[in-house]
């Protein structure tokens, strides 16, 4: 029951943090036009098709004593964050990223851009037209991305082997518990486990899409009804 | 360019603005204007494409013009030689869209309170009631800006745009989806209402029937630059140009050659190039053998049924209807004139009229034009 409670707290912890790093980074990518942009867009969506193993090792080496990361964390904290719960975040921050910049970014472009200037020509400045008009009318985009993190996260399995090992309590995850157990001929216990994330994952999955269905009628029906 | 009245007000919102098109369209002109507008609503004319909104989007900021300089009352928004570009939102010019942008999460109380966000709370509710009552639509406060009527919303877009107090007021075919009541009833609310702010309006429409109903100064732009402007009974019913005949409802348009200039009598005659119709119309600059367009409106003709006699109009014209189909409330003939059936006049009849000849396709007929209402345009080179 550990490495479940272990799972659901990294995965909420890392949809808190990237919805708060893929607002910004979405509304940049959506509604500013530079000559680089496609570059970082790539670099957003990487997580999508890198092996989990790829990405764990370099984050494994960064988070490392003599890797840049790590070396922060040894003047901040007196301590590297390789095989913690901290660095078990960082690399799901990074391994989930594009299942939250995604959906922003398409709600984001889907906006009908007369609103937007309609809030600039009463006055607004950038960040109360975001708040008062993008931000809600975004609301379906902003479930689907935070649950799709959530899910995400809660299921990977190879960044986390890779970057936390297997450490009970601190980054034994539930898919790694699952596998550890079938490692050591555990199947009951194993089965325990993946029902349990199975029936987790679903319930949280449909409990949202639900709700966010519920949501885009309400804010979409409007607009078919022009 | 000066326009009607700007000699007793003077212009508050004065632009010269020149920006190439690009993308989008298929049109690759620039809206190269220079324009005026004195306090009072003045009206932008012309077909889609034409630039108008281009116009209205640079004006209010949203597009960057490549060259140009754009001032209120004397103080700069735009100037592209001395770099001053001040943002939209600051401009304190308001915009009312075609999609009116109305924020639909947001009550209708909220919408047109959103400008007012600097103002103190107790201010702004007396500011958004006193907006509501102007507009009628008080007794809709409370609902959300999705579920009300096409006219309400056009009501609550106006009181949101004018709550901020602004210098100027966009409209860009504001009305164009409501019928003629509705129509008629909220431009007295929006006159009411500039009675006492008199602050310029620009009306962008390309429909003559809206022209006519809100009446004031017109500027006409074809092709991104402004061909006419006047008053909208001058400017319009006696077009200069082919494009601004057919923009504004002249279905016939034909070119002749003049064959006959009879100065003592004031009129010229005409004679269409295909075939051997020939057209008393009012003399204009020409000499005997010179190319014109002449503009017909299909409103102007008269269909007889027998050869009329003892009438005043000096234009007879005996052919045979081809088509006759109705268009709403009126039916539209077309009718190929016996000199050369190539030559097809477009004639406008009312149900009751087209009821009472028995008209028929295939049935000879004859054209009634009067001389005044054949309009000889410029743009066919007038010498």
């Given at each position: 029951?550990?490495?479940?409670?272990?799972?659901?707290?990294?995965?909420?912890?890392?949809?808190?943090?990237?919805?708060?790093?893929?607002?910004?980074?979405?509304?940049?990518?959506?509604?500013?036009?530079?000559?680089?942009?496609?570059?970082?867009?790539?670099?957003?969506?990487?997580?999508?098709?890198?092996?989990?193993?790829?990405?764990?090792?370099?984050?494994?080496?960064?988070?490392?004593p003599?890797?840049?990361?790590?070396?922060?964390?040894?003047?901040?904290?007196?301590?590297?964050?390789?095989?913690?719960?901290?660095?078990?975040?960082?690399?799901?921050?990074?391994?989930?990223?594009?299942?939250?910049?995604?959906p922003?970014?398409?709600?984001?472009?889907?906006?009908?851009?007369?609103?937007?200037?309609?809030?600039?020509?009463?006055?607004?400045?950038?960040?109360?037209?975001?708040?008062?008009?993008?931000?809600?009318?975004?609301?379906?985009?902003?479930?689907?991305?935070?649950?799709?993190?959530?899910?995400?996260?809660?299921?990977?399995?190879?960044?986390?082997?890779?970057?936390?090992?297997?450490l009970?309590?601190?980054?034994?995850?539930?898919?790694?518990?699952?596998?550890?157990?079938?490692?050591?001929?555990?199947?009951?216990?194993?089965?325990?486990?993946?029902?349990?994330?199975?029936?987790?994952?679903?319930?949280?999955?449909?409990?949202?899409?639900?709700?966010?269905?519920?949501?885009?009628?309400?804010?979409?029906?409007?607009?078919?009804?022009? | 360019?000066?326009?009607?009245?700007?000699?007793?007000?003077?212009?508050?919102?004065?632009?010269?603005?020149?920006?190439?098109?690009?993308?989008?369209?298929?049109?690759?002109?620039?809206?190269?204007?220079?324009?005026?507008?004195?306090?009072?609503?003045?009206?932008?004319?012309?077909?889609?494409?034409?630039?108008?909104?281009?116009?209205?989007?640079?004006?209010?900021?949203?597009?960057?013009?490549?060259?140009?300089?754009?001032?209120?009352?004397?103080?700069?928004?735009?100037?592209?030689?001395?770099?001053?570009?001040?943002?939209?939102?600051?401009?304190?010019?308001?915009?009312?869209?075609?999609?009116?942008?109305?924020?639909?999460?947001?009550?209708?109380?909220?919408?047109?309170?959103?400008?007012?966000?600097?103002?103190?709370?107790?201010?702004?509710?007396?500011?958004?009631?006193?907006?509501?009552?102007a507009?009628?639509?008080?007794?809709?406060?409370?609902?959300?800006?999705?579920?009300?009527?096409?006219?309400?919303?056009?009501?609550?877009?106006?009181?949101?745009?004018?709550?901020?107090?602004?210098?100027?007021?966009?409209?860009?075919?504001?009305?164009?989806?409501?019928?003629?009541?509705?129509?008629?009833?909220?431009?007295?609310?929006l006159?009411?209402?500039?009675?006492?702010?008199?602050?310029?309006?620009?009306?962008?429409?390309?429909?003559?029937a809206?022209?006519?109903?809100?009446?004031?100064?017109?500027?006409?732009?074809?092709?991104?630059?402004?061909?006419?402007?006047?008053?909208?009974?001058?400017?319009?019913?006696?077009?200069?140009?082919?494009?601004?005949a057919?923009?504004?409802?002249?279905?016939?348009?034909?070119?002749?050659?003049?064959?006959?200039?009879?100065?003592?009598?004031?009129?010229?005659?005409?004679?269409?190039?295909?075939?051997?119709?020939?057209?008393?119309?009012?003399?204009?600059?020409?000499?005997?053998?010179?190319?014109?367009?002449?503009?017909?409106?299909?409103?102007?003709?008269?269909?007889?049924?027998?050869?009329?006699?003892?009438?005043?109009?000096?234009?007879?014209i005996?052919?045979?209807i081809?088509?006759?189909?109705?268009?709403?409330?009126?039916?539209?003939?077309?009718?190929?004139?016996?000199?050369?059936?190539?030559?097809?006049?477009?004639?406008?009849?009312?149900l009751?009229?087209?009821?009472?000849?028995?008209?028929?396709?295939?049935?000879?007929v004859?054209?009634?034009?009067?001389?005044?209402?054949?309009?000889?345009?410029?743009?066919a080179?007038?010498?």
């Amino acid at each position: 029951m550990d490495a479940l409670i272990l799972s659901v707290r990294l995965a909420a912890c890392v949809s808190l943090i990237l919805l708060l790093i893929g607002m910004p980074l979405a509304y940049w990518l959506a509604y500013w036009n530079w000559r680089g942009k496609f570059l970082l867009e790539a670099v957003v969506a990487l997580p999508l098709v890198l092996p989990p193993t790829v990405l764990g090792f370099y984050v494994l080496i960064a988070l490392g004593p003599h890797g840049p990361i790590g070396k922060i964390s040894e003047i901040l904290f007196h301590r590297g964050l390789a095989f913690t719960f901290g660095g078990l975040v960082f690399a799901s921050v990074l391994y989930s990223l594009p299942f939250t910049v995604q959906p922003l970014i398409a709600s984001f472009e889907g906006m009908d851009r007369r609103l937007l200037d309609a809030s600039a020509l009463l006055g607004a400045s950038r960040f109360r037209t975001f708040a008062k008009v993008i931000l809600p009318l975004s609301l379906p985009g902003i479930v689907t991305a935070v649950v799709l993190s959530f899910a995400h996260t809660l299921g990977e399995f190879g960044v986390v082997l890779m970057v936390g090992g297997n450490l009970p309590g601190i980054t034994r995850t539930a898919s790694i518990d699952i596998y550890d157990r079938v490692q050591s001929m555990e199947y009951a216990a194993a089965n325990r486990m993946a029902l349990v994330l199975l029936i987790v994952s679903f319930v949280v999955l449909s409990t949202v899409y639900g709700v966010n269905r519920r949501i885009g009628r309400r804010v979409w029906a409007s607009w078919a009804a022009r | 360019m000066g326009l009607v009245g700007s000699e007793i007000n003077p212009p508050l919102l004065a632009a010269r603005l020149r920006k190439a098109r690009s993308g989008r369209t298929r049109s690759s002109f620039a809206l190269d204007v220079a324009i005026e507008i004195p306090p009072g609503i003045t009206i932008v004319f012309g077909r889609s494409g034409a630039g108008k909104s281009t116009l209205l989007d640079c004006i209010a900021g949203l597009l960057k013009p490549d060259t140009g300089r754009i001032e209120i009352a004397g103080e700069v928004l735009l100037d592209v030689d001395r770099r001053i570009d001040v943002p939209p939102a600051k401009r304190k010019i308001a915009y009312v869209f075609q999609s009116l942008a109305l924020f639909p999460q947001m009550t209708v109380e909220q919408n047109v309170a959103y400008g007012l966000a600097d103002m103190p709370a107790s201010e702004r509710v007396l500011r958004v009631n006193s907006m509501l009552e102007a507009f009628r639509v008080e007794q809709l406060a409370k609902r959300k800006a999705d579920e009300i009527s096409g006219g309400e919303q056009q009501r609550v877009a106006l009181a949101r745009s004018l709550a901020t107090s602004p210098r100027v007021l966009l409209l860009d075919e504001p009305l164009t989806a409501l019928d003629e009541g509705l129509k008629k009833s909220i431009m007295e609310d929006l006159r009411r209402w500039n009675a006492a702010q008199n602050i310029p309006i620009l009306y962008v429409t390309h429909s003559r029937a809206e022209v006519d109903a809100v009446g004031e100064g017109v500027i006409v732009l074809e092709q991104g630059k402004i061909i006419s402007t006047g008053r909208p009974h001058e400017v319009l019913d006696a077009p200069r140009s082919s494009a601004l005949a057919q923009a504004s409802g002249f279905d016939n348009l034909f070119s002749g050659v003049v064959t006959e200039l009879r100065e003592a009598d004031g009129v010229m005659r005409v004679q269409l190039v295909r075939g051997a119709c020939e057209i008393e119309t009012p003399l204009g600059y020409a000499v005997v053998g010179t190319a014109v367009r002449l503009a017909i409106r299909a409103g102007d003709i008269l269909l007889a049924t027998e050869r009329p006699y003892g009438l005043s109009a000096r234009n007879v014209i005996a052919g045979r209807i081809i088509s006759l189909e109705q268009r709403g409330t009126m039916f539209v003939a077309k009718v190929a004139a016996d000199a050369d059936g190539a030559v097809v006049f477009t004639v406008h009849l009312t149900l009751g009229a087209k009821r009472a000849l028995e008209l028929e396709v295939n049935q000879p007929v004859w054209l009634v034009i009067k001389t005044h209402s054949c309009h000889v345009l410029e743009d066919a080179k007038i010498v």
